[in-house]
């Protein structure tokens, strides 16, 4: 048992280092968004952290983790090393800015997964058995991308809904080698198992995420949730990788999007080898990151089909802010988060994308790499004609089976939002403006007015 001296010694220790942080607070300075039993876990955990007293609060080093990453998938052969880099920048970040006790052992057991799954794919396809997957090369795949919070996730759901075609759901991306390759239902469980545990955690924490971004084992997801063993992105790290100071916009993604391939192809096999119906079906893939690296993206996937979505950046970029907010709220929750520091790190991760991705469709043939852009206005009013123009822009079949899920769909999501509306009397779940962020619509129409005329203008 903690003696009493000990137990008030802690805790003036952690109220001092509460008054510390107050005196560097200013008008944007907030506290955590938490709840209350996160508030406590970090109170109680705070020793076992600062005299790093397990193994989850020694100090995270890339090597270490590699080795420990090597013990779990029962293989070291990593292939290729431009990981490296990606992961030991982030890493290091990390240490830097420090995070909370719940953050800090999130964040590492992070990033030791990310690891070891990229050991276990690359262990997979080595096998005589998987190796066929390599043989079948990922067919005229549909890639969403776009800004945060232009309506990257309801376009890729809706386009998810074709029976020809396939999204990959959150377990296969985050667990993508089968654990039992011939119990389809055993392996799906195990699989996810895991991941439903960690979004139950993270709904503890910051139980006021669910109204920014859905997530579920079971939903199509992020392609950065694969990709992320090469490129460490994901709600641990956004906060860190958008950052003015951020080397992530140097970085080169070609080797990641070619890994990310093979485990598409390995996925594809999967469905294959056990004839499910999943079986030959195309892909319809996403990330809002995709737009910092198209280049480099149609280099690993030479057959991609590309949808950029667009929406006014005086409602995108708050959003974005609040996003980017309660990403931190998770992780660095023992300290003060300076809203207008995420302000002006997203104008300025913005201003890279948004040229970046404007760079891609103004130089790059569309007979190579077919795209297209749907503005966000236009997706509300009318999902239905804007997937039917997006099929006959990029050379899809729209057949009147898909119409009908999608109308059919449309509807209920219509009533299912309906109910909300009246269980909470119409009160916005998700709030935020731009001056929250230190920003003004003035400014932000003033260094994006550019993308406005050009994607957002109605053409005459």
């Known amino acids: 048992m903690i003696s009493y001296e000990i137990t008030s010694v802690i805790y003036y220790a952690w109220q001092f280092r509460n008054i510390v942080f107050v005196l560097g607070c200013n008008e944007y300075s907030s506290r955590p968004n938490i709840s209350w039993k996160a508030w406590a876990l970090n109170l109680a955990l705070w020793p076992m952290q600062y005299f790093q007293l397990s193994k989850s ?156 971004h859905e997530v579920g084992a079971f939903l199509p997801e992020e392609c950065l949730m694969s990709y992320g063993s090469d490129i460490p992105m994901f709600f641990a790290t956004f906060h860190v990788l958008m950052s003015e100071e951020s080397e992530y916009y140097n970085w080169e993604h070609v080797t990641a999007y070619k890994n990310y391939y093979r485990v598409l192809q390995l996925m594809q096999y999967q469905a294959k080898r056990n004839g499910t119906e999943k079986e030959g079906k195309r892909w319809v893939l996403k990330c809002p990151a995709h737009l910092l690296a198209l280049d480099d993206l149609v280099k690993a996937f030479p057959d991609a089909r590309i949808v950029w979505t667009h929406r006014d950046p005086k409602t995108a970029i708050p959003s974005f802010c609040s996003f980017l907010r309660a990403c931190q709220d998770m992780y660095e929750a023992a300290s003060y988060i300076q809203l207008d520091k995420i302000g002006r790190n997203l104008m300025y991760c913005t201003d890279i994308f948004l040229k970046r991705g404007h760079d891609f469709f103004t130089k790059s043939s569309q007979k190579t790499n077919p795209h297209t852009s749907v503005n966000y206005g236009d997706l509300i009013k009318d999902p239905v004609g804007t997937v039917k123009a997006i099929y006959a822009q990029l050379g899809y079949e729209f057949t009147n089976e898909y119409e009908k899920i999608l109308v059919d769909f449309i509807e209920k999501d219509r009533i299912h939002r309906e109910e909300i509306k009246k269980k909470t009397g119409g009160k916005k779940m998700h709030n935020y403006s731009a001056e929250m962020f230190g920003l003004t619509g003035e400014e932000i129409d003033e260094k994006f007015g550019w993308y406005s005329e050009t994607y957002l203008m109605e053409k005459k």
């Open 57 to 212: 609060y020694k100090p995270m080093k890339l090597e270490e983790m590699k080795k420990i990453a090597t013990k779990i998938a029962k293989y070291d052969d990593f292939e290729d090393h431009q990981f490296e880099r990606p992961f030991d920048w982030t890493i290091k970040k990390i240490e830097e800015i420090g995070y909370s006790p719940l953050g800090y052992a999130a964040a590492k057991d992070f990033f030791i997964r990310r690891l070891a799954v990229k050991l276990r794919v690359n262990k997979e396809l080595k096998d005589p058995i998987m190796s066929s997957a390599l043989d079948t090369p990922v067919r005229k795949p549909i890639f969403v991308t776009g800004l945060p919070r232009t309506g990257t996730t309801f376009l890729h759901r809706l386009l998810a809904m074709d029976p020809e075609a396939r999204a990959p759901l959150s377990y296969e991306l985050l667990d993508p080698v089968q654990r039992y390759r011939d119990d389809v239902e055993k392996d799906t469980k195990v699989r996810a198992s895991y991941l439903t545990k960690a979004l139950d955690v993270m709904n503890m924490i910051v139980p006021h995420f669910k109204a920014i």
